[in-house]
């Protein structure tokens, strides 16, 4: 039970790690899109961040 425990935690700072890393990455794509674009991906990232 404690060892489900260490590895779920130890997964999710793994996790935040990447999707920052990804944000980062994906943040100089974006300027590459048209406005409308960037709004759309910019909506679709709000609803991935706020389900979780």
Do not use: W
Not at 4 to 27: D, E, G, T, W
């Amino acid at each position: 039970m404690i060892l489900f425990v260490i590895i779920h935690s130890l997964i999710f700072r793994l996790a935040k790690v990447v999707f920052l890393y990804l944000q980062m990455k994906f943040r100089s794509i974006f300027f590459c899109f048209t406005p409308e674009n960037h709004e759309n991906l910019a909506t679709f990232v709000n609803k991935l961040t706020c389900t979780q």
